[in-house]
């Protein structure tokens, strides 16, 4: 059986992904200190879990004590605004970026698959792909970027695969609870007015569990060392036609008011166009869940 790593395991992307590993993998979840979030990971006989601070990773290799496989990095402070332009903040999620790779190479990792975002691109207009020039705006994309760039030059030095995946907008069960759909959803629910930006947009947003999927295909798949990915899926629109279907779903009668907020002081208004191709290609990742599906599977998780 091989064994994997995750940092941020309580988190919307490493919860599902520790549980579904377990299935086939033995996978040490690395958690924040008395966690209260531990609630989010249905735990099982092959899953360890770790107590260990983003900022003491050097610490992992003493706490685990075998040969690991796999080496997954998905924990980042400071995600949300205004964290995501605290440069401080930021600088030291480079630094435990740094060394949770060095621990990775420490327990034998041959693969290890870290989380970016589509806010290293920047402002875009056109189809974005991974050569794409980046041009951050915020620091919190400026320190992924500075990462990707570090990890990239390491890994090939190391001879350890590397994966480099830049997600568009994850939704899904357990996301953050003032999210665009998770506030609609609640909204629309109550048949609540609902407060937005004009909408116009273009936003893409890819499922929970499609992401999971792919990070697993990613460690099992060969054929690249040192590679970036853009995560997307295949359907790209406004943010108001989104808001819409989310609306007819749920048979809501909330009105809803576009224009009445303005968009984020430091990013303004972002058209994001990716293009997966690449991922598409290399994994033969066709089956993306629809949004009118993972829509209903939120709902379905948010009235439990």
């Not at 435990?96 to 990775?104: D, H, K, Q």
């Not at 420490?106 to 589509?118: A, E, P, R």
């Amino acid at each position: 059986m091989k064994v994997a790593v995750v940092t941020g395991a309580t988190s919307f992307i490493g919860a599902p992904l520790v549980e579904k590993l377990s299935k086939n993998y033995f996978v040490y979840a690395i958690i924040r200190p008395s966690s209260k979030n531990i609630k989010n990971l249905t735990l099982n006989e092959n899953i360890k879990i770790i107590e260990c601070d983003l900022n003491n990773y050097s610490e992992l290799e003493k706490k685990i004590l075998c040969h690991c496989d796999v080496f997954y990095h998905i924990a980042w402070n400071g995600t949300r605004v205004p964290e995501r332009d605290n440069a401080e903040l930021q600088d030291k999620n480079y630094k435990s970026s740094i060394v949770a790779y060095n621990a990775a190479k420490t327990l034998g990792c041959n693969c290890f698959i870290s989380i970016g975002s589509q806010a290293e691109y920047g402002k875009c207009e056109d189809i974005i792909r991974e050569n794409y020039p980046c041009s951050p705006i915020t620091e919190y994309g400026k320190a992924k970027l500075k990462v990707y760039q570090e990890l990239k030059k390491r890994s090939s030095q190391d001879h350890i695969k590397f994966a480099w995946i830049r997600i568009f907008s994850a939704y899904g069960p357990n996301d953050y609870e003032n999210s665009l759909i998770s506030m609609c959803i609640n909204r629309m629910k109550k048949n609540e007015d609902v407060f937005l930006t004009k909408g116009n947009q273009m936003w893409n947003y890819i499922y929970i569990e499609d992401i999971v999927n792919i990070l697993i295909l990613l460690d099992n798949k060969t054929n690249y060392r040192n590679e970036v990915f853009n995560v997307c899926s295949l359907d790209t629109r406004s943010i108001k036609d989104f808001v819409e279907e989310i609306k007819n779903i749920i048979g809501s009668k909330s009105n809803l008011y576009y224009g009445a907020k303005e968009y984020n002081s430091s990013e303004g208004i972002i058209n994001l166009f990716p293009d997966c191709s690449k991922l598409i290609n290399m994994l033969k990742y066709k089956n993306f869940v629809s949004f009118s599906d993972g829509i209903k599977q939120t709902i379905d998780y948010m009235s439990k």
